[in-house]
Every structure is written in C-alpha cells, then in structure tokens.
C-alpha cells in the first residue's frame, strides 16, 4: 500500500486563518479532490484556538487541531512583533482544555528574522516562550509542529536540549 492509496497528509496549514472563513467548505473540498484525506491545522496566536478547535469538529477525521503560540505575533496587522511571554498566557488553560483533541502543539519555535527580532532580548524571549511550549508538548506526551526562520541552529539545540523526539 503506498501514500496515495491511503491518501496525504497536510502535516502544516493554516485553516483557522481568517482568509478562509467565506470558503473553508472549498478548500477543504479541493483538498480531497487532490488526494488530501487530513490536514494538520496549526494556530499562531491564542485567538485562533476556538476556530481550529470548531474546524476539527465540523470535520472530523479531515481537519486536525494543533495549538499553539507562534513566534511572531499580530499577523495580518502593521503591528507584527517578536512573541513575549504574556503572549502565551491565555493559552495556557486552553491546552489543558482542549488536550483531549489537539494531535500536536504548534506552530511554535523561533523566528530571528531581524525586523521581527532585532535584539538579543526579542531572541532570548521566543526561546523562552518556545521552551514552554515544548514543556507543555512533553507533559500532554503530544509532538511538535515547529517553526524557524533565521534560527535554525538554535533550533534545533533547543530541540535537542529538551529530549524533544517527535517534531515537524
């Protein structure tokens, strides 16, 4: 049996991004019509947690949740920044809430692109943002969806500092 007889795997999108609410019904079509039996929905921000949760239930066995806090912040807006820890506050609860039916946390990891984080402080802040997430992937026994940019050694150290064994 090969992938195509069982079908692919988006192991990385973004269907709880707002440029898909008028046509999330024709993605998702599209999508089987091409072969694509699941898709791994990601969050970047806290709230994008409750739509890709609604996505999954709405359906099931296609769309499956990941949370998580990327680190930029504030997309789709002028205000684009380097994530900080408060960032990550209110999602904590929802990772305990939701942990029954998230597949993975992410997207999370770093991005040192310099006008997202000219400073060593910006840096120093999404890996400590980046470490808790990936403490909270340990303690609910979930993988990681990982996004770097401009980081990718630290990175990956990260990764490796952390035992992390099961990533994207």
């Known amino acids: 049996e090969t992938a195509m007889d069982v079908g692919l795997i988006d192991c990385h ?3 709880s ?8 019904e024709d993605v998702i079509m599209r999508a089987k019509e091409v ?13 994008d947690f409750e739509r890709v949760i609604h996505l999954s239930k709405s359906y099931p066995g296609v769309v499956a949740p990941c949370l998580g806090i990327h680190p930029i912040q504030c997309w789709g807006s002028q205000e684009q920044r380097s994530v900080r820890l408060q960032d990550l506050d209110s999602a904590l609860p929802l990772f305990q809430k939701y942990r029954d039916e998230i597949v993975a946390v992410g997207e999370i990891g ?10 060593a ?22 993988p990681v969806n990982v996004h770097s940019r401009s980081a990718a050694k630290v990175t990956i150290a ?11």
């Open 110 to 119: 770093l991005d040192f692109t310099p006008w997202y984080a000219p400073h």
């Open 35 to 47: 072969g694509i039996n699941s898709v791994i929905s990601v969050t970047e921000e806290a709230n």
């Open 158 to 168: 990260v990764l490796k500092e952390e035992g992390m064994g099961h990533y994207l």
């Open 17 to 24: 991004a707002v440029e898909f609410c008028e046509d999330i």
């Open 121 to 142: 402080e910006h840096r120093d802040e999404q890996e400590a943002v980046f470490r808790r997430q990936l403490e909270i992937s340990k303690a609910l026994d979930l």
């Open 13 to 15: 999108c973004h269907l």
